[in-house]
């Protein structure tokens, strides 16, 4: 795909989250070469920083907003905050994530939690806030990033699963009343496959990279779902690599 060629996004503002590195980072770069404001949103406060850098260097305007996507109320805070400025979402991206890989017998209740909070109730947190918005304003796109884990799980990946595929139901969900209650409002959500980024390479330091795709074909992806007219919509993506072992 053409990277940016095939959308403007000038005068537009993004929220990407989880943006200071890999696949969030990687949009983060694909939306401001497409000419987004965008808004770095994350709780890793360096990276972050780094990329705004980056990105304000390229002639792109960027911010780091820190947020901890599964405190509701700091959401509802950042949200309120851009309200008040004049500063509208027009695209958010729920991209952040973690994962806890771990036989069932061996979990903790913490660690349970901690990841069906950030890939579950954390998008759906922001797309409480943006979604009211956008139908004010009568536009706008959300993006949710799922996983092959919302169609096909494996082991060690019992709560991951389990809040991708509930992210996966909201989002079908949201889409349909999107459609009900404005055309001009977008909802997909991409089902990405193994990507070569920190978030599989930490836990899995010796994967075979050649199973993998690179981040920046999944923020193309991203892209490709913004460009689709009005009179279409994309509810729901898949691109996983050549050699995906979890599809279908």
Known sequence: MDSG?????????????????????????????AGASVLVADVRKEPARELCEELARGGAEARFVELD??????????????????????????????????????????????????NLLGPVYLCLEVYRRMIARGGGHIVNILSTAAHRTWTEAGPYSAAKSGLRAFTHTLFKEAQRDCPGIGVTGIIAGGMETP???????????????????????????LSVPAGSAVGELVVVPRREPSWP
Do not use: C, W
């Open 69 to 118: 996507v599964t405190d509701a109320a700091a959401v509802a805070g950042v949200f309120r905050e851009l309200e008040e400025a004049g500063r509208a979402v027009d695209v958010l991206v729920n991209n952040a994530a973690v994962d806890v890989s771990k036989p069932i017998e061996h979990l903790a209740a913490a660690e349970v939690e901690r990841v069906v909070a950030t």
């Open 5 to 33: 060629g095939r959308v403007d996004l000038r005068g537009r503002q993004a929220l990407v989250t989880g943006a200071a590195r890999g696949l969030g980072a990687a949009i983060a770069r694909r939306l401001a070469g």
């Open 199 to 225: 978030f599989i390479l930490e836990r899995f330091p010796d994967a075979d990279t050649s199973m993998l795709q690179s981040p920046e074909i999944v923020a193309d992806t991203v892209l490709y779902a």
